[in-house]
């Protein structure tokens, strides 16, 4: 089955600086590729998710690469603010359940 | 109106008690799905649905048992807890077309 790996597992930033958190998955034939973000004691929720034809995908602060070939894909948020600390997940599937990483603490520093 | 819908949203219980916890979604999605959160926060999945029909059947241990009366309901049902139980249980659901898993607020499952 998929396995989904992903660093770091805790982030502190400045408030304004960059945040990027990285993911390697193990099944070429994995094509869906999304990140959800949970904050405290809330569901996790969808930001941006990338299909395998495209290799980048932007909302406004929030952009996703991915990278077939080497079967990685990260999540870049630029002007990091205090209500981005939460954790974030990215996951992978090819029509079947998501599987998911193991998530990283995103902690934004006013 | 919510679309993922469980309850309850807290259960604490002895070990070796049955409980349940049922889940419903008004999305008129086709798939849904049962995840288990623990403590370091990992997101595991259990059993998936489609229609009605087992798809996914993690290795879970039987003691867990998933029931889908109709495509919008899923429920789960737990006999004999264990200790090792204790988690948030999230039911989900997403349509066929996109795979976009859309999450209940979860059930916090405490087992003493």
């Known amino acids: 089955g998929e396995n989904v790996e992903q660093h770091p597992s805790t982030l502190s930033v400045q408030e304004g600086d960059s945040a990027v958190i990285k993911c390697t998955y193990s099944?070429?034939?994995?094509?869906?590729f999304p990140w959800y973000k949970q904050e405290l004691g809330k569901r996790p929720q969808l930001i941006i998710d990338?299909?395998?034809?495209?290799g980048e995908k932007k909302d406004q602060r929030i952009a996703v690469t991915l990278n077939k070939t080497a079967k990685h894909f990260s999540l870049h948020i630029t002007e990091t603010q205090p209500e981005d600390s939460a954790v974030y997940f990215c996951?992978?599937?090819?029509?079947?359940?998501?599987?998911f990483g193991s998530g990283t603490r995103l902690q934004v520093q006013p | 109106d919510t679309a993922v819908s469980q309850t309850p949203k807290y259960l604490v219980t002895q070990m070796g008690n049955d409980k349940s916890i049922k889940c419903e979604q008004n999305?008129?999605?086709?798939?849904m799905y049962w995840y288990k959160q623990d403590s370091k926060k990992f997101l595991k999945i259990m059993f998936s649905?489609?229609?009605?029909?087992?798809?996914i059947n993690e290795t879970v241990p039987n003691r867990f048992s998933p029931k889908s009366p109709d495509k919008a309901h899923l429920n789960l049902h737990i006999n004999s807890l264990e200790l090792g139980d204790s988690a948030v249980y999230f039911c989900?659901?997403?349509?066929?077309?996109?795979?976009?898993?859309?999450f209940g607020e979860g059930s916090r499952l405490t087992v003493l």
């Open positions: 989900a659901s997403s349509p066929l077309s996109t795979g976009e898993l859309f």
């Open positions: 099944d070429s034939a994995s094509n869906y």
């Open positions: 990338i299909r395998s034809n495209v």
């Open positions: 996951a992978a599937s090819y029509g079947k359940a998501l599987t």
């Open positions: 999305l008129g999605h086709d798939t």
């Open positions: 649905y489609n229609n009605k029909e087992l798809i």
